[in-house]
């Protein structure tokens, strides 16, 4: 992580956006721990959806205070905080201004798909806060360090399940006798998923412009908890959701096993998606930044190792079970989504391998070890949270309080 700037070289600079979250925290981490100097910006509005809704992490998180204070008594290095919105300027120019950074990810967003079909307002919520965000470090970046590399977390849900292979980010067409690449369409079905498109166009916009530097991480879904890092002490554990808002697929349905919930396959369960463990999250973000995009360049990596159908996860975690003498059963749910439940679905994810990605693939001992953590916290384990309760259809324009 050493950079050459004149005859010293000094430590890359990375501002992570988000740092407080799942995938955030354990990057932070991870770049901590390799040298990077590391500052997080983060609003805490995550913990504050758990408090409007009623939720909590399946595994004790301590203040994003305590957890730098215990990272530096671990390991001596400073992590840089910064508590604001990235949606208000001033405070991001400030950031930006007084930390300097050399590459900023991007992971502070509104994430949740069903959380973004609540109601309007939630709807709303989530473009504004996601595209406004965007846009704004964006400016920062023009303005205040026209070299800075975006590094910026989008998904696999941005292309939908189209009925022919999925490439990372652009596709080339033959149209009546003439040939071009452009970028893959994008279907996306959720106002979440929906905003992730948006911010798409508007970094590729910006780096064509401005000659903005930027990489899209399509990410798909992340599973894991625990990362080197994190489990070097209680304080510094990440989270780990399984309610059914914020709760996403795999790791529901360990802790659905784990308390002995029948796994919750919405419909017919062949919705099949790109997912990876935690641990290939950090790496991948860590490869992008260690190999940055050049000036005016819009790149687009596919973030994810491996495809499963819902059904072939619940289907694994049943046989996980069965070794550690749990009973898994599983059930159908009525679809509370909109989206095609029997496709086609063969995604490209080649570029991070080819920048040196070296995978975790999802195995036995992974399982055991995810279920076991679930079995360990199942006491903190709410019930009532695990049906999912947002309807793609029945959203409406009336404020929604979800009560479980
Ligand atoms: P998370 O909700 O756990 O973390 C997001 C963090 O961003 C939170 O700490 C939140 O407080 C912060 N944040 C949100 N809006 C902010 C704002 N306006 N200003 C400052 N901070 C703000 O989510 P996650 O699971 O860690 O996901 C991180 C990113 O990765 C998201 O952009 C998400 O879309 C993407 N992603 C996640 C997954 C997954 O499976 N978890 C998969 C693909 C992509
Ligand atoms: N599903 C079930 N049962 C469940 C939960 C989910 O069948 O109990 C199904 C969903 O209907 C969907 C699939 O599993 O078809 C994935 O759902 P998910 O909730 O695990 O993931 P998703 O809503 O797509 O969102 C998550 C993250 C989001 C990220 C996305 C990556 O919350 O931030 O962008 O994964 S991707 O799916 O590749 O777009």
């Known amino acids: 992580s050493e950079q050459t700037s004149g005859q010293k070289s000094r430590p890359t600079r990375v501002m992570v956006i988000g740092g407080d979250g799942y995938c955030g925290w354990a990057t932070s981490l991870h770049l901590s721990n390799k040298n990077y100097e590391v500052a997080i910006v983060d609003n805490l509005v995550r913990r504050n959806f758990d408090h409007q809704l009623g939720l909590d992490s399946l595994t004790p998180i301590s203040s994003i205070h305590d957890r730098i204070r215990r990272w530096r008594s671990l390991t001596q290095k400073d992590i840089n905080l910064y508590i604001g919105d990235v949606c208000d300027f001033e405070f991001l120019a400030e950031a930006f201004t007084s930390f300097k950074p050399d590459a900023v990810v991007h ?7 069903p959380y973004s079909m609540i109601d309007r307002s939630r709807a709303i919520y989530t473009q504004q806060n996601n595209v406004l965000g965007t846009l704004n470090v964006l400016f920062a970046i023009k303005e205040f360090g026209e070299d800075c590399h975006l590094v910026k977390l989008g998904t696999m849900g941005e292309y939908g399940t189209p009925n022919i292979d999925i490439e990372e980010g652009y596709i080339t067409i033959t149209h009546n006798g003439r040939t071009d690449t452009l970028p893959y369409p994008k279907q996306a079905s959720s106002f979440y998923h ?5 911010d798409s166009n508007n970094i590729a916009f910006t780096c064509k412009a401005w000659g903005i530097r930027a990489t899209d991480l399509n990410q798909g879904v992340v599973y894991g908890v625990r990362t080197d890092e994190t489990e070097m002490h209680e304080e510094l554990y990440n989270r780990f959701d399984y309610d059914g808002v ?18 919750t396959v919405y419909g017919k369960g062949g919705q099949t998606r790109g997912y990876l463990d935690i641990r290939d999250t950090v790496q991948c973000v860590e490869l ?18 491996e495809q499963f159908s819902v059904n072939q996860l619940a289907s694994l975690v049943t046989k996980a079970g069965e070794k550690l003498g749990i009973e898994v059963q599983t059930i159908s749910v009525p679809n509370p989504r909109v989206e095609a439940e029997e496709h086609y679905y063969n995604a490209k994810h080649t570029k991070l391998i080819e920048l040196g990605l070296e995978p975790h693939l999802l195995s ?12 360990q916290f199942k006491d903190r384990v709410d019930t009532k949270q695990i049906m999912p309760s947002v309807s793609w259809r029945k959203i409406g324009a009336k404020p929604k309080t979800v009560s479980a």
């Open 107 to 113: 992971f502070g967003e509104q994430r949740s798909a």
């Open 288 to 305: 992008a930044i260690a190999n940055p995009a050049n000036r005016g360049e819009f790149r687009v990596f596919n973030q994810f190792t």
């Open 246 to 263: 914020f709760g996403t697929a795999l790791n529901r349905f360990c802790v659905q096993a784990a308390v002995g919930h029948p796994l």
């Open 364 to 375: 036995d001992s992974l399982l055991d070890s995810l279920l076991n953590v679930a079995v």
């Open 194 to 198: 929906l905003s992730k498109v948006h």
